[in-house]
């Protein structure tokens, strides 16, 4: 969970617990990226992974950008912050790349697009890591596949955070087909022979039991892990979940434009039509999300929530992993 949440102290911990923490690449500069993993590996002896965004070329309707910019200026000025430069960059992917040659991941997964063939047998022979490819739909399972990935994360339409569709499809307000986690796996189980991780809303046992009776070999948690003591959300996404503040989960381009489920606030109601410009418009957001969060107002934040969220807990990770791996009869 880039952003924030997923700190040293959550990976650490979740390694602890026995699962796989991901070092979250998205945003940083490769060089912070490689102090992460430092970091991580001076926190504890367990295994890591690390996660990449594969952002597409460049494809933002300027004029699109613009009018969106035009819309969100006064909520900025109401901040007391002026909009950010809506750039295109490609969250430096390949030096980050070459950060992990020289590492030793468990995994790597990608997300935001299909890792291309050689970049997956170029991973797989220096680090040796089993590679993961983010899906959404079971013809992105067979493209990533076809690339030679070992394992799939279906991620379901309930998911949390940033939908990892490959190409922003503006014909569907979720980027693509919304396929909801247990369709997704009965449909993608017969298209392709490699394990799948399930995501998208699992918060309890039950819920990782039911996906496990469906096929999947493993679970990826990401909602359920935002209040735990050691994650590094911020207090106002903290409070927003805790306290119930919003009805409920809505997928927005408004805030990065890339579809990404959220509580359903203000700024993710207002914009349905904001453009597909990723990461133009994260960029021109974030000074306003940013002022927002420090002025402890959720309603201009991103508060990135699964549609499970009801069920978040400030249990420590461990003691959460435990609870849910034995509900689960793990
Ligand atoms: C706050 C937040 C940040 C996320 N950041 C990332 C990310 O950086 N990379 C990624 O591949 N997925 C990211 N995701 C999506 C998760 O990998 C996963 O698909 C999702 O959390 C599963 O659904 P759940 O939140 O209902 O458990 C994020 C999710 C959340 C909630």
């Given at each position: 969970m880039a952003g924030g949440p997923s700190s040293t102290a959550l990976i650490a911990a979740v390694g602890a617990a026995g699962g796989l923490g991901l070092v979250p690449a998205g945003y940083l500069t490769a060089e912070a990226f490689a102090d992460r993993i430092d970091q991580v590996e001076a926190a504890t002896d367990a295994p890591w992974g690390a996660n990449l965004f594969l952002p597409g070329p460049p494809a933002a309707d300027d004029a699109a950008v613009a009018a969106h910019a035009d819309a969100l200026r006064p909520l900025a000025e109401a901040r007391g912050v002026a909009l950010g430069d809506p750039r295109w960059e490609d969250d430096a992917v390949d030096a980050k790349v070459d950060v992990l040659l020289e590492r030793r991941p468990a995994a790597i997964t990608f997300t935001f697009g299909c890792p291309p063939a050689e970049l997956v047998g170029r991973l797989r022979e220096a680090t040796g890591a089993v590679l993961v490819a983010t899906v959404t739909t079971p013809a992105e399972a067979v493209e990533a596949t076809t690339a030679g990935v070992d394992a799939l994360a279906l991620q379901g339409a309930e998911a949390g955070g940033h939908r990892g569709v490959f190409v922003d499809d503006r014909a569907f307000p979720g980027g693509g087909e919304l396929v909801p986690l247990d369709e997704l796996l009965a449909r993608t189980r017969t298209e392709t022979p490699l394990p799948l991780l399930a995501a998208g809303g699992l918060m309890t046992g039950a819920d990782v039991r039911r996906v496990l009776d469906a096929g999947a070999s493993g679970v990826q948690l990401g909602t359920a892990l935002l209040c735990t003591p050691e994650?590094?959300?911020?207090?106002?996404?903290?409070?927003?979940?805790?306290?119930?503040?919003?009805?409920?989960?809505t997928v927005t381009r408004g805030f990065t434009g890339r579809p990404a489920r959220g509580l359903a606030n203000p700024l993710a109601l207002a914009f349905p039509d904001a453009p597909s410009a990723y990461p133009e418009v994260h960029h021109l957001t974030r000074p306003l999300r940013a002022a927002a969060a420090e002025q402890g107002d959720p309603d201009a934040v991103h508060l990135w929530a699964g549609d499970g969220w009801r069920g978040v807990t400030e249990e420590p990770v461990g003691t959460l992993l435990a609870r849910i791996a034995r509900d689960a009869g793990l």
């Open positions: 994650a590094g959300t911020s207090a106002t996404h903290r409070r927003a979940l805790l306290d119930r503040r919003y009805d409920g989960t």
